[in-house]
Structures are given as C-alpha cells and as structure tokens.
C-alpha cells in the first residue's frame, strides 16, 4: 500500500520525492524529531487520502460509488416502502378477514337460530294441523252424534207415541175385556138360572110323568 501510494505520489508531487533515491537505509537511518522524510509524508493519512481524492479514477469511483449507493439505498427505500405498504395492506386485509369471518360467524350463529326458530315453527305448524284435524274430527263426531241424538230423540218421541197408542189399545182391549168377562159372567149367570129351570122343568115333566 504504501509502495502504490508512493508511485501515486511521484506522478503528483515530484518535489516530495527527493529522497527516493537516496543509498541510506530506512531501518539503520537515525532521524531528529523534526525530520521529515518522504515516506512519513507519504504515509500520512491526510497526503494518502489528499492523493487519493485528487485523482481522476479516484473521483470517478466516488462518483459511480455513491451513485450506486444512492440508487441502492432508493431502490431499497423503495422496496421498504412497498413491504410497508404491503405490511399494512396484509394488516388491513387480515383485519378485514378477520371481520368478515367474525361476521361469517355471526352470521351462521343467525343462520342457525333461524333454522332452529323455522323448525320449532314448523313443528307448531305441525302440530297446530294435527289439533285443527282433530278438532274438525271431534266437530264432524259431535255433529254426527248430535245428529243421532236428535234421530234418537225423535224416535223415542215416535216410540213414546207408539207406546203411548199401544197402551191406550190395550186400556181399550182391558176395558172390552172386562166387559167381555163381564158379560160372561152375566152369561153364566143365565145359563145358571137356566140350567135351574130345566131341572126344574125335568122334575115337573117326571112329576107329570109318573102321574
């Protein structure tokens, strides 16, 4: 490196090199405090980096160095802010996602309790018809009953009249029967007397007889 920035240096600043061809030694020369040689003054950080900037490949380099450095650190600022912008867009969109699916849920929650609300609607329903059946089945058998009540009142009317004729009939055959009866009675009683009298009409014809 420092053999490199010498050349550098002599093709600069020739005066600095006024000892380049000296016969001493740099490791068996003494040097005062206050001495100077071009190897101290070439290795300065200073001389080095003063060399360095003042040639043109140099300044070129720091050129397109820092140009790249700056389209590096746009294209990576650029790219920071599109995975910012990506970040939070996937934020917002998982924050949307996770609404939806919150609101999915509510949703199937609703879903659920309305189906649960339309069958046990449906089984009343059900229910409600099976009950109107059956009251319109028990209305038809109270209507047929009172149909035949009404049938079976009228023919007990009917055989209330009937019965009622019959026994008049037969109070009316009672009281001829007893008539009957009675003129029987009132007949044996005759044929009695009768019978009296023919004996007696038989004794008297004897009596005749024998005289």
Not at 129 to 158: C, D, F, Q, T
Not at 162 to 171: C, G, K, L, V, Y
Request: aromatic share 6%.
């Amino acid at each position: 490196m420092m053999k490199k920035s010498a050349r550098l240096w002599q093709g600069i600043q020739p005066e600095l090199h006024r000892y380049s061809h000296a016969t001493f030694h740099e490791g068996t020369h003494r040097q005062a405090p206050g001495d100077s040689t071009p190897w101290r003054d070439v290795s300065s950080p200073v001389n080095r980096f003063r060399a360095w900037w003042l040639a043109p490949a140099a300044k070129g380099s720091v050129i397109a160095a820092w140009c790249l450095t700056c389209v590096i650190s746009a294209y990576c600022f650029s790219i920071q802010q599109d995975a910012k912008g990506t970040y939070l867009l996937n934020n917002v969109l998982l924050r949307n996602l996770h609404e939806e699916s919150q609101r999915a849920n509510a949703n199937e929650g609703r879903a659920g309790e309305l189906q649960e609300a339309m069958r046990q609607y449906l089984s009343e329903e059900k229910s409600r018809k099976r009950s109107a059946a059956k009251l319109e089945e028990y209305v038809a058998s109270s209507e047929k009953m009172k149909a035949g009540i009404v049938n079976y009142e009228l023919e007990l009317v009917r055989e209330r009249g009937r019965a009622d004729a019959t026994h008049e009939r037969n109070q009316q055959l009672l009281k001829e029967l007893m008539s009957v009866r009675r003129e029987m009675a009132q007949v044996q009683k005759d044929n009695a007397t009768l019978a009296m009298e023919v004996e007696k009409l038989q004794r008297l014809l004897k009596r005749v007889g024998q005289l």
